[in-house]
């Protein structure tokens, strides 16, 4: 019996000493975290649906050709709008396009006041008409062509611009589709403008989405949306546009009737008589530099 006790009680004074110390014995080695396995959004039933659509667009739009052209003109007739009405009977137009981020706008003169001098001819596209203003887009900067001179583009007007750049068709399909941190979602079946359709949703790593809706029997885009909040009024905006009278121009089909819709009201739209794609547009068409503040004050004489 005191050789049992000789042995238990150093033993329990030295549990005695752990506890009266507040100390633990020395913990067991930490075992390595199990590696996180990262999750593929586009492995599922959806995501391989919505690509399946979105290349089967590509193809009827005309493939590898509408991947990778450089350029693109047009010309043909716009219509601003207000509440879905409008006063003017048109505005005649040439537009051209340097993909990715340049691209100049111009309104035709039907009248020989305050226009612009010379004549159009460049890459192939001739007119005899004198452009009355003009809207140049080069990278993030805009500016606006008029007989007063060259002037920065308004603010809001630009950041406009450059949204409906970032989710236009050419964008989606060329750097959303390609971006492997956009996940894919297919939505559906719906009826858009008068035409059976399936809806793709693109989700970024910025969480912005736009969603195209695909013509079933063609196969065109019939649509894009996309929302955003605005940050004077914290609401959510929506903006749309619908196409419609494909053509091939160049071996690739080109909508030759585009509207626009704000929050579910047409603001405008354009029907294009001719496009041209690929053609040699000069660097100097799409710079400018700024002669005057249309803000600044008027000096007096």
Not at 33 to 60: G, W
């Amino acid at each position: 019996m005191n050789r049992l006790a000789s042995i238990l009680f150093p033993l329990l004074l030295s549990g005695l000493a752990y506890a009266q110390v507040g100390t633990e014995p020395p913990p067991r080695a930490a075992l390595p975290p199990a590696p996180k396995t990262p999750v593929n959004l586009n492995d599922s039933e959806s995501a391989h649906k919505a690509r399946a659509l979105l290349d089967q667009t590509i193809q009827a739009l005309g493939g590898q050709p509408y991947l990778t052209f450089e350029s693109r003109s047009e010309t043909g007739r716009y219509y601003p709008l207000y509440h879905g009405r409008t006063n003017s009977t048109g505005l005649p137009y040439n537009y051209f396009l340097k993909y990715p981020d340049k691209d100049r706008f111009e309104v035709i003169a039907l009248k020989d006041i305050h226009v612009l001098p010379g004549s159009i001819d460049i890459g192939g596209v001739k007119s005899s008409h004198k452009v009355d203003l003009a809207l140049i887009h080069n990278g993030n900067q805009g500016y606006e062509i008029s007989y007063k001179g060259t002037a920065a583009q308004d603010k809001l007007d630009l950041e406009n611009f450059l949204r409906r750049r970032a989710h236009s068709v050419e964008w989606v399909f060329r750097k959303w589709l390609t971006d492997p941190t956009v996940a894919l979602f297919y939505d559906g079946l719906d009826v858009v403008d008068s035409k059976p359709t399936e809806g793709v949703t693109l989700l970024n790593s910025h969480n912005d989405s736009v969603t195209v809706w695909i013509d079933q029997i063609t196969h065109y885009p019939i649509k894009i949306s996309y929302s955003w909040r605005d940050l004077k009024d914290k609401q959510m905006d929506k903006e749309e546009e619908v196409y419609d009278n494909y053509k091939p121009e160049d071996g690739i089909l080109t909508p030759h009737s585009i509207t626009r819709y704000f929050n579910g009201e047409m603001s405008q739209q354009r029907f294009i008589t001719k496009a041209k794609y690929n053609l040699d547009l000069p660097e100097s068409m799409f710079e400018a530099s700024v002669t005057y503040d249309p803000k600044a004050p008027i000096k007096k004489h």
